[in-house]
Structures are given as structure tokens and as C-alpha cells.
């Protein structure tokens, strides 16, 4: 162990990695696969472009520093990608748990009864499968939050072993982490909506956005998107018609903390997630006028 650790110490001094005496070996030799944000940023911006046509406006209304809470309508899982490929700072997501720990459903299938790894010889290679399994899960997971991502549990309820109290619980301590997000200078993404339109049309806004950023005391981007419905599909390209097809997005100037309604925080909210609702409105037929 003592030479495979002064091996690693080499390794790091030669690539210009520091390494601290108290940390993991493995975990550090995981941090070399981190790969920087603007890497896949700029292969997916290409990708966008080469598929779609995008054109996106306003995106000198993002601040270029300081904690803030960027909203859109949510239309495919499209928008994501052409709001974070086309944003020059980054933007903080919050996904699901499984997107942070793909090694846990294949553990689940190498450990099921009835898989090939339970027999020999396969099941000589499973330590070494489940080492190799775990690591890449680490990768991934340390990948996903570099380029901005935070794992959350969308129904704690339903998708974990929380009663409902502990549910409870959960979502104000997720909140409470959101809004310090914020306050530390990061720049938050949320889609009032709360899940995706079929059909492209705006949906009713939940508060939970305004009551955050009136929490953190942070400016709100307002922004549409419109083209994008149903563009990620398969059938979209099995028929050719996302290939090409018009994507358009525009970002709002912030609306500042101090133009936010005042009063109790419920009714603040309230009042302000209307505000919100039709600025996007406004923003979504923008976007369709850009050419």
C-alpha cells in the first residue's frame, strides 16, 4: 500500500495535482475524471446547434455574479440543455437521486438471485465488478455536480423509506437549501410549472419559486421558451421533424428584490408568482419573434 501511495503522490506531482496526506487515494484518483463544465457545455451547445435550430436572446439579463433564481416554462426536457449550454456562467440544476447513482440499479441486476453473477465463474469477478460498478457511479455523480447539478428526492413520500413527517421534514430542509444556495452566490434554475406541458402551453405557476427567491432575497430572471415541445422524443426524429426545427429562447431582465410585493410571506408569494407567470407569458411570445 505504501508504494501504490507513493506511486498515486508521483503520479499527482507530475500531472499538477495537489493531493492532501489525509485524503482517499481513490477518491482523489476519481477527482482526475471531474472533467470541467465548459467541456460538455460546449459539445452539447454544438449539438444543439447541429440538430435544431437555436437562437437565444437576452442572456446579457443574467447577472454575471451574485445569488439569483432564474425560472422558465417547461415544455421538454430540451429546455434544460439550451438554457445551460447557452448561459455564460453556470447554472444550478436540482435532479433526481437515480441521475446521481446509476451504480445502484445495476448493482441491483449483477445482485439479483437469479443473474449470471451469482453462479461461478461469474461470481468470482462480482467484488471487482461492484469496485469498478461503484467507482463509476462516484465519477458520474462528482461529474453531474461540477457542471451544476444537485441530487434531490422529488417524492420522498413515495420514493424512500420517509413517512410522511420525515417527507416533511426533508422538503423545508430542501428549501432551506435552496435559498442558502442563493445566498452563497449561485444562480438557481426552477420551473414553476413543476412538471412539463405536453402541449406547450403555459401552466398554472406553484409559489414555491417566488417564496424562495423572497426567502433569499435574490433578483428573479424571468424567461420563455417556446419549439422545443415534444423535440426530444424519438418520434420526433424518426419522422424528421426535429431536425432543424425552430427553438427559441428569451431571458427577461431580473426582477429585483425590492420590486417584490410586500406583506406576509404566504401572500407575497402568491402575488408574486402571478407577477411571475405573466412575465413569462410575455417572454414566451418574445421568443417566438426572434428570428
Given at each position: 500500500?505504501?508504494?501504490?501511495?507513493?506511486?498515486?503522490?508521483?503520479?499527482?506531482?507530475?500531472?499538477?495535482?495537489?493531493?492532501?496526506?489525509?485524503?482517499?487515494?481513490a477518491d482523489i484518483l476519481e477527482s482526475l475524471?471531474?472533467?470541467?463544465?465548459?467541456?460538455?457545455?460546449?459539445?452539447?451547445?454544438?449539438?444543439?446547434?447541429?440538430?435544431?435550430?437555436?437562437?437565444?436572446?437576452?442572456?446579457?439579463?443574467?447577472?454575471?455574479?451574485?445569488?439569483?433564481?432564474?425560472?422558465?416554462n417547461h415544455t421538454d426536457y430540451l429546455d434544460i440543455p439550451v438554457q445551460g449550454a447557452f448561459a455564460d456562467r453556470k447554472i444550478v440544476y436540482l435532479g433526481k437521486y437515480e441521475l446521481f447513482h446509476p451504480q445502484e440499479e445495476i448493482?441491483?441486476?449483477?445482485?439479483?438471485?437469479?443473474?449470471?453473477?451469482?453462479?461461478?465463474?461469474?461470481?468470482?469477478?462480482?467484488?471487482?465488478i461492484e469496485v469498478l460498478?461503484?467507482?463509476?457511479?462516484?465519477?458520474?455523480?462528482?461529474?453531474?455536480?461540477?457542471?451544476?447539478?444537485?441530487?434531490?428526492?422529488?417524492?420522498a413520500a413515495k420514493d424512500s423509506e420517509?413517512?410522511?413527517?420525515?417527507?416533511?421534514?426533508?422538503?423545508?430542509?430542501?428549501?432551506?437549501?435552496?435559498?442558502?444556495?442563493?445566498?452563497?452566490?449561485?444562480?438557481?434554475?426552477i420551473y414553476p410549472e413543476g412538471s412539463r406541458s405536453e402541449t406547450g402551453e403555459l401552466q398554472s405557476f406553484r409559489a414555491m419559486a417566488a417564496k424562495l427567491a423572497i426567502r433569499a432575497g435574490v433578483p428573479i430572471i424571468p424567461s420563455g421558451i417556446v419549439g422545443a415541445t415534444n423535440m426530444s422524443k424519438p418520434k420526433a426524429f424518426l419522422t424528421g421533424d426535429a431536425f432543424k426545427t425552430k427553438i427559441r429562447?428569451?431571458?427577461?431582465?431580473?426582477?429585483?428584490?425590492?420590486?417584490?410585493?410586500?406583506?406576509?410571506?404566504?401572500?407575497?408569494?402568491?402575488?408574486?408568482?402571478?407577477?411571475?407567470e405573466n412575465r413569462v407569458r410575455e417572454l414566451m411570445k418574445q421568443a417566438e419573434s426572434i428570428l
Open positions: 500500500m505504501k508504494i501504490q501511495l507513493d506511486f498515486i503522490k508521483f503520479y499527482f506531482e507530475i500531472c499538477d495535482v495537489s493531493m492532501d496526506s489525509n485524503q482517499n487515494p475524471f471531474v472533467i470541467p463544465r465548459e467541456v460538455p457545455k460546449t459539445i452539447l451547445r454544438n449539438l444543439l446547434e447541429l440538430i435544431y435550430d437555436v437562437k437565444v436572446a437576452g442572456s446579457e439579463n443574467i447577472p454575471e455574479s451574485g445569488g439569483a433564481l432564474i425560472i422558465s448493482m441491483a441486476i449483477i445482485n439479483h438471485k437469479n443473474s449470471p453473477f451469482s453462479y461461478p465463474p461469474l461470481s468470482l469477478t462480482k467484488p471487482v460498478v461503484n467507482s463509476l457511479g462516484s465519477v458520474v455523480k462528482k461529474n453531474l455536480i461540477n457542471w451544476g447539478s444537485m441530487p434531490i428526492i422529488r417524492n420517509m413517512d410522511k413527517r420525515a417527507a416533511m421534514d426533508y422538503y423545508e430542509k430542501l428549501e432551506t437549501y435552496m435559498v442558502d444556495l442563493m445566498k452563497e452566490g449561485e444562480l438557481l434554475s429562447y428569451q431571458i427577461g431582465k431580473p426582477i429585483l428584490p425590492s420590486e417584490f410585493p410586500t406583506g406576509p410571506e404566504k401572500k407575497a408569494a402568491k402575488e408574486l408568482t402571478e407577477i411571475l
